[in-house]
């Protein structure tokens, strides 16, 4: 059986998907979702998620996308829905980082998919990909300074040697309050701004709502935010 596969237009795609994933691999070093159809390859990371039933934490996800070439341009054999481990991913891509460092920037690139992985929860929930209205612009240093925060809020409140369990706890606490000024969009959608690099300065930062998903988009990317129940009539 031929194993999956996509293909990027050139090189510096390559490079721009190499940053992401590893830019993800240091937020959670766990998998990434990969869509590919229509031409476009969707590349979905998890920064925050419920741990089980009982669990109040947001779904918080990072999304890029990159134009695809070849048959994944019109659809067919390059058409898929998966999930891999990120770092198995980022071993293949460097790979080929290294082997285009010394071919045309211009020529496509195809990149085989590694060994499917099938028991990630946050995978089974998709955004909405249409019905998005537009709430609202901010500026970008609102969501820096609330990721920043937040950030040296955790680094304070874990010490080193803390159990698993409460480590969660504390970031679940922290990262699933709301942002001053933003009561709908959780702090941990401003972590998974910066933390993925969709955050330049003098950038503008435009939310989007759908049902019980909040959008957040910038030049550079996509946070996806699936709000608990408890918040969904404000």
Known sequence: MTSKSFTLVDSLALGD?????????RVQDGSVRLISGS???A???SVLHPAGL?????????????ALTGSGAVGGPEDFDIVVPVRSLLM???????????????????VALPMEVNTVSWAAISPPRGGWKLLQSVQWDI???AARAGIDEVATAIPTGTGEQIVHRVRTEIWGRPIDGLDFVPAGAAFAALSLGFLGEGDAVTIYESGPWTRLTTKRGHVLVKRRAWSLAR
């Not at 009982?54 to 990159?66: C, I």
Request: aromatic content about 6%; cysteine-free; glycine content about 8%.
């Open 17 to 25: 998907l190499h940053v992401f994933l590893g830019r993800a691999a």
């Open 92 to 110: 293949r891509v460097e790979g080929l980082l290294q082997s285009a460092a010394a071919a045309d920037v211009a020529e496509p690139i195809v």
């Open 43 to 45: 590349v979905y990371v």
């Open 54 to 66: 009982l669990d109040e934490s947001p779904t918080v996800l990072g999304l890029r996308t990159f």
């Open 143 to 145: 969501l820096d300074a």
């Open 39 to 41: 031409g476009v390859l």
